[in-house]
C-alpha cells in the first residue's frame, strides 16, 4: 500500500496519508487545520532500518522511538 508522510506547512503537523493517484495528492490537505500547504516527506518504510539489523542488535526494543 502506497502510504507516505506528510508535513503541515502551517501548523507543522506530521500525517501519513495513503496515495492512490496523483490526483489524490493534490488534493491532500492537513487533517488538523485543513490547509493544502503540505509538503511529502520520506516514505516511513523507508526511513526505517532493515529488519535484518534490527534482530541483530539483539532484543529489537531499542531501534524504534
Ligand atoms: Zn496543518
Excluded at 496515495?19 to 488538523?32: F, G, K, L, N, T
Aim: glycine share 10%; with cysteine.
Amino acid at each position: 500500500m502506497p502510504i507516505y508522510e506528510y508535513r503541515c506547512e502551517r501548523c507543522q503537523n506530521e500525517f501519513e496519508s495513503f496515495v492512490w493517484s496523483s490526483r489524490d495528492e493534490e488534493a491532500m490537505e492537513c487533517p488538523r487545520c485543513g490547509s493544502k500547504d503540505v509538503k511529502k516527506l520520506m516514505s516511513s518504510f523507508a526511513s526505517k532500518a532493515p529488519l535484518s539489523s534490527v534482530l541483530g542488535s539483539g532484543c529489537g526494543t531499542g531501534g524504534f522511538s
